[in-house]
């Protein structure tokens, strides 16, 4: 297959981007499940931006640096921040049907917010944005989505045929440019190539590579394991941020490996809930004075310091001084969700814990998209552009996947005509090599695949969560170092599945982590070190950045 621009991944960063690019070429999306199935679509609190008379972008860019713990990239910041409003009235603009007071948008407000600037819509928001993107792109004929592909690897300079075809010809002749991506079709089992003049990775998060996490089974890390092979610069993989409120659920109520727990929107908080432990008494305010509405690297390292230091399993989310009506009226997906677990939220505390949530670093990009490899480009939370720095603020996340997609768009059209662009596609199709899985074998030996997954949520869990040191993440490195040899071992040799593909991803995002953890020696926002408790804006000021030494 071919097109002029290839779009992987299909939450809400890829499709506001094909509707997008679909105004100056032809569009391929290709996800590796159903087109509705992403991080995108399981975002429930809504979509940060100043909309109101008593707000403004100052403050909104403040509240974004403070939560980035010195970290934020100003210029990334200053981009989402004054973009939103016009982003958010083109999702408006086809269809997407926000919650509504008195005329007004209705604004919630969230964990490190100063002001009401959350749009949403009820508690369901990503899945409506979704909705109204997906009704879009089925519309324009420019875009065509293909479901169950499942993207491998990129190819690049080594994949394209030369005379002698020599690495050291490649390597000298030829700077890393990008051609598109094989992809495993899923239905047929064959893997193809999807050749493309552009190509943007917008694959969202890394969550499955924990124990516990919000996201849904297809958040493997396949978009920074894939550019990393590649050769893309990442940034900052030790800040993964954990909600603080997830729904408890005891180990004989999940069974699954990659199972996603459901989470307890942060709009809650922001309503009015208030976090208490099994006894009902309130802790927050001892670890910060904006007590329950803290950032969510503060509300998690307290929520799990309260559990560990009481032998509790979980903490309890308390609402009551929300009140009946608004409770169904705000969080009506909720209310219902936890009824369905025997929890009456108008009258029962939920039961909650941290899970991991969102991945503040990824493929390093500038405010544009563009990463180190020619025409490759990311966005959405596969990309790491600095908005986020040391810890994300709630609800930022939709706004810089929708700011960067629009700045991709923009970047790919001011260049789209010159000389290189106009080389037909087709000709770069057929300078690349086709798959090559000759002397592999179906194997029967799935159970090294089943045991590794757990193996590596377990270790990820135990040893790279909350709260690290560097005892536990040299031991944590050792073992994922040998899973990975294990398992690279098996992929040269096995005809490629979904499950060891996602295998080899979450080893490679663990590595990611666990290095990147290794290298910061000072506790910032989402990372903390026992070891080194202190912030050290000396010799740590600065982005964790990591790349594979040879691409060849």
């Known amino acids: 297959m071919k097109s002029d621009f290839l779009i992987i991944g299909s939450g809400i960063a890829g499709l506001s981007l094909a509707l997008k690019l679909a105004e100056i070429g032809n569009v391929i999306v290709i996800t590796k499940k159903q087109k509705a199935e992403s991080n995108t679509n399981y975002a429930q609190g809504g979509i940060a931006s100043v909309l109101s ?6 403050l909104h860019i403040k509240d974004t640096l403070l939560s980035g713990a010195g ?3 100003v210029k990334a910041v200053e981009k989402i921040v004054r973009e939103g409003p016009a982003r958010i009235n083109e999702l408006i603009e086809i269809g997407t049907n926000f919650t509504y007071e008195a005329g007004m948008l209705k604004l919630g407000k969230e964990g490190g917010h100063t002001r009401n600037r959350i749009v949403h819509s009820m508690d369901l928001t990503g899945q409506e944005v979704e909705r109204a993107l997906l009704h879009s792109c089925s519309k324009n004929n ?10 491998i690897d990129l190819l690049t300079t080594k994949n394209l045929k030369t005379e002698s075809n020599s690495k050291s010809e490649l390597k000298e002749n030829f700077e890393d440019i990008c051609y598109g991506v094989y992809a495993l079709n ?4 064959r893997v193809e190539k999807i050749v493309s003049n552009k190509t943007i990775i917008a694959t969202g998060g890394l969550g499955q590579v924990y124990q516990h996490t919000t996201n849904p089974a297809i958040a493997t890390g396949d978009g920074f394991a894939m550019g990393y092979r590649a050769g893309c610069e990442l940034a900052n993989m030790e800040f993964v941020q954990f909600h603080p409120t997830s729904l408890y659920e005891s180990a004989t109520e999940t069974k699954r490996d990659d199972r996603q727990v ?3 929107s942060e709009a809650v908080r922001g309503a009015g809930a208030v976090l208490k432990t099994i006894d009902g008494a309130e802790f927050m305010h001892k670890y910060d004075e904006r007590k329950s509405l803290a950032p969510r690297d503060i509300v ?3 929520i799990d310091t309260e559990m560990k230091k009481r032998g509790d399993s979980f903490v309890y989310l308390d609402l009551s001084a929300i009140g009946e009506e608004k409770i169904k009226n705000s969080f009506p997906n909720i209310y219902k969700k936890c009824l369905e677990k025997g929890i009456d ?7 909650v814990v941290p899970a991991a949530h969102y991945s503040c670093g990824g493929i390093k990009t500038n405010i544009n998209g563009i990463t180190n490899i020619k025409n490759l480009y990311a966005c959405g939370e596969v990309a790491m552009a600095g908005v986020h720095g040391a810890n994300r603020l709630a609800s930022n996340s939709l706004l810089e996947a929708l700011v960067f997609a629009d700045a991709i768009f923009k970047e790919i059209k001011i260049s789209y005509n010159s000389f290189e662009d106009k080389i037909p596609v087709t000709v770069r199709y057929e300078r690349i090599f086709d798959w090559d899985d000759k002397g592999t074998e179906n194997t029967e030996e799935w159970i090294l695949i089943s045991h590794n997954k757990k193996e590596i949520k377990q270790v990820m869990n135990d040893y790279v969560g909350i709260v690290r040191n560097t005892y536990r993440l040299e031991r944590a490195l050792r073992r994922t170092k040998m899973m990975r040899e294990e398992t690279e071992e098996f992929y040269k040799k096995t005809k490629v599945s979904v499950e060891l593909l996602e295998l080899r991803n979450l080893l490679t995002v663990a590595y990611l982590i666990i290095v990147s953890a290794l290298n910061r020696k000072e506790s910032r926002g989402l990372h903390f070190m026992l070891d080194y408790p202190e912030k050290d804006d000396v010799n740590f000021l600065k982005d964790t950045v990591i790349k594979k030494e040879d691409n060849y």
């Open 142 to 151: 420019n875009i065509r989505i293909f479901e169950y592909f499942f993207a």
């Open 300 to 302: 998690a390292r307290a």
């Open 262 to 264: 459901f989470l307890i």
């Open 186 to 189: 899923v239905e047929t089992n």
């Open 71 to 73: 970290l934020c990239n």
């Open 53 to 58: 008379k008593d707000d403004n972008f100052e």
């Open 345 to 351: 939220i108008t009258k029962d505390m939920i039961p």
